[in-house]
Protein backbone atom coordinates (compact mmCIF):
# COMPACT_ATOMS: atom_id res chain seq x y z
CA UNK A 1 0.00 0.00 0.00
CA UNK A 2 0.90 3.36 -0.70
CA UNK A 3 1.34 5.80 2.37
CA UNK A 4 -1.83 7.72 2.59
CA UNK A 5 -2.57 11.82 3.44
CA UNK A 6 -4.57 12.55 6.42
CA UNK A 7 -5.80 15.26 7.63
CA UNK A 8 -4.93 14.29 10.93
CA UNK A 9 -1.73 12.71 10.24
CA UNK A 10 0.23 15.58 11.26
CA UNK A 11 -1.09 15.72 14.29
CA UNK A 12 -1.14 12.03 15.49
CA UNK A 13 0.11 11.80 18.64
CA UNK A 14 1.48 15.19 19.03
CA UNK A 15 -2.07 16.74 18.63
CA UNK A 16 -3.37 16.34 21.74
CA UNK A 17 -4.37 13.67 24.30
CA UNK A 18 -7.57 12.70 22.40
CA UNK A 19 -5.39 11.89 19.00
CA UNK A 20 -3.38 10.31 21.12
CA UNK A 21 -6.02 7.89 22.53
CA UNK A 22 -7.40 6.93 18.92
CA UNK A 23 -4.51 5.69 17.69
CA UNK A 24 -3.98 3.75 21.45
CA UNK A 25 -7.84 2.97 20.79
CA UNK A 26 -6.92 1.79 17.02
CA UNK A 27 -4.01 -0.19 18.53
CA UNK A 28 -5.86 -1.67 20.77
CA UNK A 29 -8.40 -3.17 17.98
CA UNK A 30 -5.11 -4.07 15.69
CA UNK A 31 -4.25 -6.22 18.62
CA UNK A 32 -7.26 -8.27 18.32
CA UNK A 33 -7.14 -8.81 14.80
CA UNK A 34 -9.51 -5.90 13.65
CA UNK A 35 -8.66 -4.97 10.02
CA UNK A 36 -10.72 -2.20 9.59
CA UNK A 37 -9.01 -0.60 12.79
CA UNK A 38 -5.74 -1.37 11.27
CA UNK A 39 -6.45 0.62 8.03
CA UNK A 40 -7.76 3.48 9.91
CA UNK A 41 -4.60 3.37 11.50
CA UNK A 42 -2.45 3.05 8.30
CA UNK A 43 -4.19 5.93 7.38
CA UNK A 44 -3.66 8.41 10.00
CA UNK A 45 -0.02 7.57 10.37
CA UNK A 46 1.57 6.00 7.16
CA UNK A 47 2.28 9.51 5.62
CA UNK A 48 4.99 10.22 8.59
CA UNK A 49 6.00 6.72 8.56
CA UNK A 50 7.17 7.36 5.00
CA UNK A 51 8.82 10.54 5.64
CA UNK A 52 11.10 9.05 8.12
CA UNK A 53 11.90 6.14 6.00
CA UNK A 54 12.58 8.54 3.10
CA UNK A 55 14.80 10.59 5.19
CA UNK A 56 16.88 7.71 6.08
CA UNK A 57 17.42 5.89 2.88
CA UNK A 58 16.76 8.60 0.28
CA UNK A 59 15.24 6.20 -2.09
CA UNK A 60 11.44 6.87 -2.61
CA UNK A 61 11.33 2.28 -3.55
CA UNK A 62 13.17 1.45 -0.32
CA UNK A 63 11.17 3.41 1.63
CA UNK A 64 7.65 2.66 0.05
CA UNK A 65 9.37 -1.32 1.22
CA UNK A 66 10.08 -0.19 4.68
CA UNK A 67 6.39 1.06 5.16
CA UNK A 68 4.87 -2.18 4.29
CA UNK A 69 7.48 -4.16 6.47
CA UNK A 70 7.05 -1.92 9.41
CA UNK A 71 3.01 -2.00 9.41
CA UNK A 72 3.59 -5.52 9.12
CA UNK A 73 5.49 -5.76 12.39
CA UNK A 74 3.01 -3.43 13.78
CA UNK A 75 0.13 -5.93 13.02
CA UNK A 76 2.06 -8.54 14.32
CA UNK A 77 3.90 -7.10 17.46
CA UNK A 78 0.56 -4.43 18.36
CA UNK A 79 -0.22 -5.94 21.45
CA UNK A 80 3.52 -5.77 22.26
CA UNK A 81 2.73 -2.04 22.68
CA UNK A 82 3.36 -0.70 26.44
CA UNK A 83 1.51 2.93 26.73
CA UNK A 84 3.72 3.14 29.66
CA UNK A 85 6.89 3.38 28.14
CA UNK A 86 5.33 6.30 25.35
CA UNK A 87 3.35 7.04 22.79
CA UNK A 88 2.00 5.13 20.32
CA UNK A 89 3.73 7.11 17.41
CA UNK A 90 6.96 7.06 19.16
CA UNK A 91 6.90 3.10 19.47
CA UNK A 92 6.47 2.97 15.47
CA UNK A 93 8.77 5.37 14.73
CA UNK A 94 11.35 3.43 16.61
CA UNK A 95 10.43 0.35 14.50
CA UNK A 96 10.07 1.78 11.05
CA UNK A 97 13.49 3.49 11.92
CA UNK A 98 15.41 0.29 12.90
CA UNK A 99 14.59 -1.18 9.38
CA UNK A 100 15.20 1.88 7.82
CA UNK A 101 18.96 1.53 9.17
CA UNK A 102 19.03 -2.17 8.49
CA UNK A 103 18.10 -1.47 4.42
CA UNK A 104 20.76 1.20 4.58
CA UNK A 105 23.21 -0.95 5.60
CA UNK A 106 21.82 -3.88 3.38
CA UNK A 107 22.31 -1.98 0.75
CA UNK A 108 26.16 -1.25 1.55
CA UNK A 109 25.05 2.32 1.83
CA UNK A 110 26.16 2.75 5.46
CA UNK A 111 29.46 5.16 4.85
CA UNK A 112 27.30 7.18 2.47
CA UNK A 113 24.48 7.74 4.13
CA UNK A 114 24.56 6.97 7.51
CA UNK A 115 26.43 10.53 7.65
CA UNK A 116 23.17 12.45 6.30
CA UNK A 117 20.17 10.40 7.89
CA UNK A 118 18.57 10.84 11.29
CA UNK A 119 18.01 14.85 12.75
CA UNK A 120 16.74 16.65 9.72
CA UNK A 121 17.14 19.90 11.34
CA UNK A 122 20.15 19.28 13.70
CA UNK A 123 22.35 22.12 13.38
CA UNK A 124 26.34 21.34 13.38
CA UNK A 125 26.78 21.45 17.54
CA UNK A 126 24.18 19.41 17.97
CA UNK A 127 25.15 16.38 14.95
CA UNK A 128 28.74 16.85 16.64
CA UNK A 129 28.07 16.94 19.97
CA UNK A 130 25.04 13.38 20.80
CA UNK A 131 23.63 12.88 17.18
CA UNK A 132 20.54 10.78 17.81
CA UNK A 133 21.14 8.24 15.26
CA UNK A 134 24.84 7.27 16.84
CA UNK A 135 22.98 6.81 19.82
CA UNK A 136 20.54 4.37 18.22
CA UNK A 137 22.47 2.70 15.75
CA UNK A 138 22.87 -0.68 17.52
CA UNK A 139 20.44 -1.24 19.64
CA UNK A 140 17.19 -2.36 20.21
CA UNK A 141 13.78 -1.21 19.65
CA UNK A 142 12.67 -1.99 22.94
CA UNK A 143 15.70 -0.42 24.77
CA UNK A 144 15.40 2.73 22.60
CA UNK A 145 11.49 2.54 23.40
CA UNK A 146 11.87 1.65 27.00
CA UNK A 147 14.39 4.80 27.63
CA UNK A 148 12.70 7.34 25.79
CA UNK A 149 9.88 6.84 28.16
CA UNK A 150 12.36 7.52 30.59
CA UNK A 151 12.63 11.05 29.44
CA UNK A 152 10.24 13.73 30.87
CA UNK A 153 7.66 14.58 28.89
CA UNK A 154 8.74 18.26 27.17
CA UNK A 155 12.33 15.69 26.94
CA UNK A 156 10.32 13.02 24.99
CA UNK A 157 7.88 15.65 22.73
CA UNK A 158 10.82 17.74 21.37
CA UNK A 159 13.01 14.40 20.23
CA UNK A 160 9.71 13.32 18.54
CA UNK A 161 8.96 16.28 16.95
CA UNK A 162 12.73 16.71 15.63
CA UNK A 163 13.82 13.69 15.31
CA UNK A 164 10.75 11.47 14.24
CA UNK A 165 8.51 14.19 13.04
CA UNK A 166 11.90 16.16 11.15
CA UNK A 167 10.95 19.49 12.22
CA UNK A 168 13.14 21.76 12.95
CA UNK A 169 14.28 23.60 16.12
CA UNK A 170 12.41 26.88 15.47
CA UNK A 171 9.74 24.77 14.21
CA UNK A 172 9.88 22.95 17.05
CA UNK A 173 9.97 25.74 19.63
CA UNK A 174 6.93 27.76 17.78
CA UNK A 175 5.01 24.52 18.19
CA UNK A 176 5.92 24.11 21.89
CA UNK A 177 5.56 28.01 22.66
CA UNK A 178 9.16 27.55 23.97
CA UNK A 179 12.12 29.98 23.08
CA UNK A 180 14.40 28.46 21.07
CA UNK A 181 17.45 28.45 23.44
CA UNK A 182 14.98 26.30 25.62
CA UNK A 183 13.84 24.18 23.02
CA UNK A 184 17.70 23.20 21.86
CA UNK A 185 18.67 22.86 25.72
CA UNK A 186 15.93 20.67 26.43
CA UNK A 187 16.92 18.10 23.18
CA UNK A 188 20.20 17.89 24.00
CA UNK A 189 19.84 17.35 27.82
CA UNK A 190 17.42 14.70 26.25
CA UNK A 191 19.47 13.20 24.07
CA UNK A 192 22.17 12.80 27.04
CA UNK A 193 19.50 11.09 28.81
CA UNK A 194 18.62 8.59 26.09
CA UNK A 195 22.27 7.81 25.44
CA UNK A 196 22.98 7.12 29.36
CA UNK A 197 20.18 5.16 29.63
CA UNK A 198 20.70 3.06 26.94
CA UNK A 199 24.43 2.41 27.92
CA UNK A 200 22.69 1.04 31.31
CA UNK A 201 20.40 -0.98 29.26
CA UNK A 202 24.26 -2.46 27.59
CA UNK A 203 25.45 -2.97 30.81
CA UNK A 204 22.50 -5.44 31.77
Not at 90 to 118: C, F, K, N, P
Request: proline share 3%.
Amino acid sequence: MAPRESDATANADHGGGGESQVLRDLLALVAAGDRAAFTRYYDLTSSRIYGLAVRVVRDRHYAEEIVQEAYLQYWQRAADYDPTRGSVITWMMTIAHRRAVDRVRTEDMQTERLSEYGVRAAEPEMTQDLPLEAVLRSVEVSAVHTCLGHLTELQRGSLEMSYFGGLTYPEVAARTDTPLPTTKSRIRDGLRRLRSCLDAQDDR
